[in-house]
């Protein structure tokens, strides 16, 4: 399952917080209980673990992420190479292009599902 949408933001950094905001609630309303939340933005990974954030755009994010992260359960945050990160990178491609709006998939299109094996590809 996964998400994708277009968003009015000043920056890549609001996006990348605002993506990994939606995709826990996503995981979370989904009932699941041990999540690997995989990123490739160093900002961002910085800034949830720390306790600063430049603007209050990307501060209210920080707080709604770390707010997901104290409920009951086990959420491992982690850094991955962009080249790793294709299906994120294609998601934000495909909300940026389409009219959809914002969008929640049950399922993965074949296009996300080939770009799955190859991000889990050694």
Known sequence: ???????????SLTCELYAIWKGL????????????????????LQLIQLDY????????L????KENLLQNWSVQLSLIQRSA????????RFASTTQHGYREW?????????RVQ?????
């Open 1 to 11: 399952m996964g998400c994708s949408g277009s968003l009015q933001a000043n920056s």
């Open 62 to 65: 920080v707080s709604k992420i």
């Open 85 to 92: 990160n294709s299906v994120a990178d294609y998601m934000a």
């Open 25 to 44: 609630l996503l995981a979370r309303s989904a009932g699941y209980k041990n999540i690997i939340c995989e990123m490739d933005c160093l900002d961002a």
């Open 118 to 122: 190859h991000d889990l590809a050694p």
């Open 106 to 114: 049950s399922t993965p299109s074949h296009e996300i599902h080939d």
């Open 53 to 60: 954030s430049p603007s209050t755009v990307e501060h209210d």
